[in-house]
């Protein structure tokens, strides 16, 4: 079963920063945060992930509280194109290439 | 280089039949994982399969089967369709098991009458 919980749907202005929350209070201490997207149509695209640090890269930023209980993705700049669902997943150890995906945020930018 | 392919894209089988799906992963890949997508039910780990040996395998009934071949392309099969195995089903390859950058195929879209 998931171990994350995400709003449901989310809407943002597009050139705008979109901040995409997500909720993990039972994830243990060598469990990352990975998050995941698909725009409609396509099979989900790997964004970013982390420990513990704050991560950035490329597509979007990763910040992640003290206690780890919960993360926040921050898209700088959405455009039209970054309207997707958005996947917050904690990977349950041990368990080789395997991702539980919740239901994830529906994330609509509006020109 | 060339992504994850999935074939075939749509297909429709009625119901008792049998399908097997298709996937070749990226070159270089060795590690291919199943999905199985559906509105109720999101995004479900179906097997994940490392040099011809099957590693995981989620909570799905024994009709679910897959295999894969020496040079990584994978297939999963679908034994007694039903109508609830309509969905669209997801393949994923990386380089290694546990790596945390999965790609994604297009999926195959599975109807079931």
């Known amino acids: 079963d998931a171990k994350t919980t995400q709003p449901t749907s989310m809407d943002c202005a597009e050139g705008r920063a979109a901040n995409l929350p997500c909720n993990h209070s039972?994830?243990?201490?060598?469990?990352?945060v990975y998050w995941y997207r698909q725009i409609h149509s396509q099979g989900p695209q790997y964004i970013i992930h982390g420990l513990k640090n704050n991560e950035t890269n490329e597509m979007a930023s990763l910040i992640i509280t003290e206690d780890r209980k919960s993360s926040t993705l921050i898209l700088p700049h959405a455009t039209l194109r970054d309207t997707a669902v958005y996947y917050c997943?904690?990977?349950?150890?041990?368990?080789?290439?395997?991702?539980?995906f919740g239901t994830g945020t529906s994330l609509t930018v509006i020109p | 280089k060339a992504g994850v392919t999935q074939t075939p894209r749509y297909l429709i089988k009625t119901r008792g039949q049998q399908v097997t799906l298709s996937c070749s992963p990226i070159?270089?890949?060795?590690?291919v994982s199943w999905y199985q997508q559906t509105p109720g039910q999101g995004l479900q780990f179906l097997f994940e399969y490392f040099s011809e040996t099957q590693r995981n395998k989620g909570n799905f009934p024994g009709r679910f089967s897959g295999r894969q071949f020496s040079n990584s392309r994978s297939e999963m099969n679908v034994s007694t369709l039903e109508l609830g195995d309509s969905a669209l089903y997801l393949c994923?390859?990386?380089?290694?098991?546990?790596?945390?950058?999965?790609?994604f195929g297009p999926g195959t879209r599975l109807t079931v009458t």
């Open positions: 070159s270089g890949h060795r590690s």
């Open positions: 997943i904690v990977r349950v150890p041990n368990t080789g290439n395997q991702f539980y």
């Open positions: 994923a390859s990386s380089l290694i098991p546990s790596s945390y950058e999965q790609y």
């Open positions: 039972t994830i243990s201490g060598n469990e990352y």
